[in-house]
């Protein structure tokens, strides 16, 4: 028998709006000790899944540690506009092997 969660409260603000978009972005600083040279300032893709005013949640081949600060281009949604933003990695869960999602927060 499994143990029954107890229901977590949302503690999301922002509305989340569903996506499936491919995007692009560059790791911009790592966090400390990270030594990631290869990601920096490479542009690499991933795919949108949802996306709100405070940040989304994307999809990518690349490890990305919390504490990183990405250059997001996001896609245009009800949420936002659009356009380069800056954002910090928030969680990161691994699907599969070299396959991650990952939720970001603009700032």
Known sequence: MTAMRKPTKE?????RFALS????YKV?????????VSL???VRGGKAENVSRSG???????????????EVRVPRS???KG???RA????VREVTPNHYQVGIRFF
């Open 11 to 15: 503690r999301r603000h922002d509305p």
């Open 40 to 42: 920096l300032n490479t």
């Open 78 to 80: 009800p949420a936002t």
């Open 56 to 70: 989304m949640s994307l999809t990518s081949s690349s490890l990305l540690l919390p504490g990183t600060i990405l």
């Open 88 to 91: 910090r990695v928030v969680w």
């Open 28 to 36: 911009r600083r790592l966090p400390p000790p990270a030594r990631m």
């Open 21 to 24: 978009v491919g995007l692009g």
């Open 83 to 85: 356009g380069l933003r």
